[in-house]
């Protein structure tokens, strides 16, 4: 069974993936549940799903998340509600609707998110400068949407381009569509804007075309043809 350990301030607890949820950790460290977060020892923040419960796909086995959050409401300084007239009464009871009048509930969507690397080139590798953390549905789960949610994340006018490490495209296919491909973590992608990509591809390649010796010279020896 995994186990995480969890943590905020000197308070450290050992939590199973079945209690990665964000109401039981909001009342174990006393925290708003509505504005909790993780984050890994390399500053990657991790939000919750939509259903409460953090992602199995977003941790790694003994690992450290630090717990961060808005304090946990209290009763003092907001306006009592019906649970709180309830509780201190016990003469409120829930009014009974039949079942047949209630309304279908319609599922929500499932959420996944990725961590992409905002990066530069530097002596012909990539070096990581930022992270965006971005959310998507399974509708979402394509190049143009992530690069998207990335270039509204940055917050600019720049479009980027999505890389592998050895500095390859990630384009748009088959196999890149689908929360299956994104949610693979094992993969790092980076975000480069695209000018500074194109130039860095050019830079490559001549470097490589430089490199080679002269073949078709040395076929035609001195004199040539």
Aim: aromatic share 10%.
């Amino acid at each position: 069974m995994d186990t995480y350990i969890v943590f905020k301030g000197n308070r450290r607890v050992f939590l199973k993936l079945a209690d990665m949820r964000a109401e039981r950790i909001s009342r174990i460290f006393q925290i708003d549940v509505g504005s909790i977060y993780l984050a890994d020892a390399t500053n990657v923040v991790i939000f919750p799903l939509e259903d409460g419960h953090f992602s199995s796909f977003d941790l790694n086995e003994r690992e450290h998340y630090e717990v961060h959050g808005g304090g946990a409401q209290s009763h003092l300084g907001r306006a009592p509600t019906v649970a709180d007239h309830r509780h201190s009464f016990g003469f409120l009871q829930p009014t009974s609707v039949p079942s047949s009048n209630l309304p279908p509930c319609a599922s929500t969507p499932r959420s996944f998110q990725r961590s992409i690397h905002i990066s530069e080139p530097r002596d012909g590798k990539l070096f990581s400068t930022k992270i965006v953390v971005v959310r998507f549905l399974e509708s979402e789960a394509t190049v143009p949407s992530i690069l998207d949610k990335v270039k509204l994340a940055m917050g600019n006018n720049e479009t980027y381009v999505l890389a592998y490490a050895l500095g390859s495209q990630v384009l748009e296919s088959e196999a890149t569509t689908g929360s299956f491909y994104w949610r693979q973590i094992s993969r790092k992608i980076h975000a480069i804007e695209q000018a500074t990509f194109k130039q860095w591809q050019q830079k490559r390649t001549s470097t490589r075309y430089n490199g080679k010796p002269h073949v078709l010279g040395m076929l035609q020896g001195p004199g040539g043809v």
